[in-house]
């Protein structure tokens, strides 16, 4: 195959990327964005297996159509609940992939001083983000406890780790004849690396370490690109590893986070928040209705305990009725609602809700004041007044959405329990609150019935 239609080809692909990264900062076009992406993907991945004479076609469509039975299936049985669980492996899988590439680029040819330091970024960038992204699944899973674990100078033992890789790295460029031992050892320590800087963070930070690990992933795969001289590889995985940093840097503003706490695993939560005590407003159904039928204007807030109840459709059916009663709704969605960036924004778009109708917690806030009923649906930290009260709380300091100053609040909980964080809410104590105790979709499904009869 010609320089020229290869050259051609990733140009392409490249262009598809690009306009495909565009298309899906909207969730109106985002379908289409991922689409396009793939595709573009597909294109360079054939035409480098088949450039290389590596698969000849039968091969490729082999591999293509397992693939995407293997794909289906996954996209079929994995419940919205697990999106960020399996956004994480996904960022693992990047990991190990571009580690494996460096390790394989180290054999069978001569490498140049700067083809080695590539070599060794992928190694060492792949493996913190397949074990990070490793951590974070079990975090997300609550397979391990979701809360940071820390120890006594674990920082120190972070340095360590940091510059004992820098160490081994230096040493392999100086004397290639060092290389294949210190390789092992490289690779063990960046795997170290991975778990001890991701564990230190608790669960209320997990969508900006998904997001970061994102990063990682794309800035891997284009240290492999250049490792093994692919351009594609190059482009995509600037493209990735550019938009997981700023994904990350609007997740550090929306937590309240600087960007390097995230990078050298600053932010783990060691404070003792406030005891929050109280008497709690139970309301039922009929009382909600009530309330809902006169409300002239409703704020819907959605959490991860929506996507747990699977509420979204009866969510998006509540807000027709309330439409239809001559009610203002609106949906108001914080940017690390759920675990992982986007989670609410993709669960409304599965129910069909009007995208004008979802409206971000900057532009929501001023108005709340003149919202006469906010329904939290399983939304928890992200609507914690303590984050501006309590200083001693370990959320403090982070933008919410201030549901209190609405003149009432329903919070839609199974219970009293706090949040993936762990901290207490003084909001379910509130005067103007009101608790609808049960799951959310049998909740909101009671409350529809009495719009309905």
Known sequence: MSIEVLGSVYIISAILFVFGLKLMSSPATAVRGNLLSS??????????????????????????????????????????????????????????ASLLVGWAALYGQESSSFTLVTILLSILIGGVTFSG?????????????????????????????????LACSVTMVVDPGLTFPLVFVVIGLSILLGVMAVIPIG?????????????YSGLAACAAGFAINNTILIVAGSLVGAAGLILTNIMCKAMNRSLSNVLFSGFAATTKATKVEGE??????????????????????PGYGMAVAQAQHVVRELGELLEANGTDVSYAIHPVAGRMPGHMNVLLAEANVPYDQLIEMDEINPRMENIDVAIVIGANDVVNPAAREDENSPIYGMPIINVDYARTVFVLKRSMASGFSGVDNPLFFGENTRMLFGDAKQSLSSVIAEFKS
Request: hydrophobic fraction near 60%.
């Open 133 to 165: 992204s490793l951590v974070a699944w079990a975090k997300l899973s609550e397979t391990i406890g979701s809360g940071a674990m820390t120890f006594s100078g674990q920082r120190v033992v972070n340095i360590l780790l940091l510059l004992a890789l």
């Open 280 to 301: 709690v407003k139970p309301i039922t159904a009929d009382d909600a209705y009530l309330i809902l039928e006169a409300a002239s204007s409703v704020v819907m807030v």
């Open 39 to 96: 595709v573009g993907m597909l294109m360079a991945v054939l035409i480098t297996l088949t450039s290389k004479e590596i698969l000849d076609y039968r091969y490729l469509a082999g591999a293509a159509i397992l693939g995407a039975v293997v794909g289906v299936i996954a996209a079929q049985r994995v419940a919205m609940t697990g999106m960020p669980e399996m956004v994480a492996l996904f960022n693992g899988s990047g990991g190990i």
């Open 203 to 215: 669960g209320a930070d997990m969508p900006v370490v998904i997001s970061l690990l994102n990063s």
